[in-house]
């Protein structure tokens, strides 16, 4: 799997603590934003760029 650009911001811990403060799950999240899980719990380990 390509790694995002060294450049991009590493947001992924960020979301995963946001969404976590929340309350939410993964599932809940994509739901909510028509994204599918796995993509979103890729954001949260930084494996991809958004």
Known sequence: MA??????AAIGGRLRAARQARG????QVADATSLNKGFISRLERDEVSP
């Not at 790694?3 to 991009?8: D, E, I």
């Not at 939410?24 to 599932?27: A, D, E, F, M």
């Open 3 to 8: 790694q995002p650009p060294a450049s991009a």
């Open 24 to 27: 939410l799950t993964l599932q």
